[in-house]
């Protein structure tokens, strides 16, 4: 077994969060790395990118071991298709994309993603009666055998497994309820969000294997007794966990705002600074502020980008 201090990268979600030690029980795979690790952000409520437009809801693009992966994609499909077009993102070039959980600033971009690459794999959680799609057993159901096949569903007969439709038909998604490795290096681990306000809510979290550790991008609450190396919080973390968060990482904090990019390598800092960028300033605290006044997911679980570091 192989284990693992935290890095942690984090694109962030809920309130304050930190990693601890990760037991891999396989080593990483050896496969050449073809370009430099990096994780671009593509929606967010603040950055330094005028080329780029804020807003409410979170997208990034990781591209890692050869392979792109984007995360999310956003509220508005304009507003991805123009920061994407800023970047010089080619979405049609994408190994898969993965839906963290259903709320609408994370999964509204998709329709522009479907529109540029309409047979993307796409991995979404599985839940009951889902926008993703979904299906249940019958059973799900309660029957009265003494009511006329007339009055009753399906004249009495449904179907063992009753399937349900999706707000993106045609779309090839595929459905996760269990942890899965997805391909060689990549895994796709189910949780279920114990953020108030959002109970029993399914979410994607997603460990990729790297030369330098796993970088998880991750839907869960994190603790203050794990071990943290370096930090870079992003949407709807709230302004109060930036600032503690800045408080306690000192110059491990690193700047995520909308556009940034972030280096994964041993030591992140000096190749992902953004225009000098440390810290949240007063521009991006106004643009954050304006933007969540306006959105209606004012309670979200928690998710991060997070690179664990191998122990050496």
Not at 76 to 83: G, I, R, S, T
Request: charged share 20%.
């Amino acid at each position: 077994m192989r284990t693992i201090p935290v890095s942690a990268l984090t694109a962030a979600l809920g309130s304050a969060w930190v990693f601890s030690s990760w037991a891999m029980t396989q080593p990483a795979p050896q496969a050449a790395v073809t370009a430099p690790a990096r994780i671009t952000v593509l929606y967010d409520a603040f950055g330094k990118d005028v080329a780029m437009t804020k807003d409410w809801g979170y997208a990034a693009l990781l591209e890692i071991n050869g392979k792109r992966i984007l995360f999310d994609t956003g509220d508005d499909a304009a507003v991805l298709a123009k920061n994407v077009k800023a970047k010089g993102v080619d979405l049609t070039k994408l190994d898969f994309v993965v839906l963290s959980h259903r709320h609408s600033d994370h999964v509204s971009g998709l329709s522009y993603v479907l529109s540029v690459n309409p047979q993307v794999k796409i991995y979404a959680p599985k839940e009951g009666f889902s926008i993703f799609g979904s299906d249940l057993p019958s059973a799900f159901y309660r029957k009265d055998d003494s009511l006329p096949a007339a009055m009753r569903y399906y004249n009495g007969a449904p179907p063992e497994t009753m399937k349900f439709g999706t707000l993106f038909p045609g779309a090839n998604i595929q459905l996760i309820d269990k942890t899965t490795e997805v391909t060689p290096g990549v895994t796709l681990i189910a949780l279920v969000s114990d953020t108030p306000g959002t109970r029993e809510l399914k979410e994607l979290s997603l460990a990729i294997d790297t030369p330098n550790g796993v970088v998880l991008v991750v839907g869960n609450a994190l603790h203050d007794t794990y071990r943290v190396d370096f930090i870079a919080p992003g949407h709807c973390t709230g302004e109060p966990t930036f600032t503690a968060l800045q408080k306690a990482f000192g110059d491990r904090y690193l700047y995520a705002g909308l556009g940034t990019t972030l280096s994964v390598g041993a030591d992140p800092r000096a190749a992902s600074i953004q225009d000098g960028a440390r810290v949240l300033d007063d521009d991006d605290s106004r643009s954050y502020r304006t933007l969540l006044a306006r959105s209606d997911d004012l309670r979200e679980p928690s998710v991060a980008i997070v690179q664990l570091a191998l122990l050496q």
